[in-house]
């Protein structure tokens, strides 16, 4: 496998059930994001992780917990989601960003969750 | 704060013409990187260009060429004789200063038909 890769790539769930989104990166990065994209909105940056930690909450709900066990596996644990929360879950990676220096990130393909 | 515009939403061509993707940022940092990416029907975002503020040199990668003028902060991206594989959603984006954070325009789908 090569760049980034997320599964499962589509999802439907109930608004009580729990699932995990999974992401993986074989790039050798060590910042990974996850991002929202619904329809006509511009993307929106949920978290980031530069090795490990988590460095960015961007006031998301409570209902979506992320995890990064290592710098290279991001998961999105997701429980008693509610319709609006169906959108593309995009994950990406990039080297860590430093202060005077930035890096493009690199997208996976997605998950496309439907909550019913 | 970090805003980017990309006032046009939808652009329809036809094959072998030429496209311009305008983008239009606006940020207080001195220091900041630019961005496009293309989103195909797949879905996954595939980066295309970075820029940095301190490089105001045009670039211009096989069809695709980038216009970067820090007088009307913008970033357009031309596309010389689109093809049909061209087709996708286009995203400028700005990050700027320490912040992580990648701004994101909404998009620009262009179709390019047969």
């Known amino acids: 496998e090569t760049g980034v890769t997320q599964t499962p790539r589509h999802l439907v769930m109930g608004m009580t059930n729990k699932k995990s989104l999974k992401c993986e990166q074989h790039l050798g990065h060590n910042a990974m994001y996850w991002y929202k994209q619904s329809a006509k909105k511009p993307l929106e940056l949920m978290f980031v992780y530069n090795f490990k930690e988590q460095t960015e909450n961007n006031s998301v709900p409570s209902r979506f917990s992320p995890e990064c066990p290592n710098s290279s596996h991001l998961f999105l644990h997701l429980h008693t989601l509610q319709p609006e929360d169906s959108a593309l879950y995009l994950c990406a990676s990039s080297q860590a960003q430093g202060q005077l220096e930035s890096y493009e990130q690199y997208f996976g393909p997605g998950t496309r969750l439907t909550v019913t | 704060a970090q805003k980017v515009t990309q006032a046009q939403t939808e652009i329809s061509v036809v094959e072998k013409e030429d496209v311009t993707l305008d983008c239009v940022y606006e940020t207080r940092d001195t220091t900041y990187y630019l961005f496009w990416y293309k989103q195909p029907p797949s879905g996954e975002l595939v980066f295309l260009i970075r820029?940095?503020?301190?490089?105001?040199q045009n670039e211009i990668s096989g069809r695709y060429s980038w216009n970067f003028q820090k007088s009307t902060s913008s970033f357009n991206f031309t596309i010389t004789a689109s093809q049909v594989v061209d087709s996708a959603v286009y995203f400028c984006a700005l990050k700027a200063g320490a912040n992580s954070k990648l701004t994101f325009g909404k998009g620009i789908t262009l179709s390019v038909r047969p």
């Open positions: 820029r940095n503020s301190f490089d105001e």
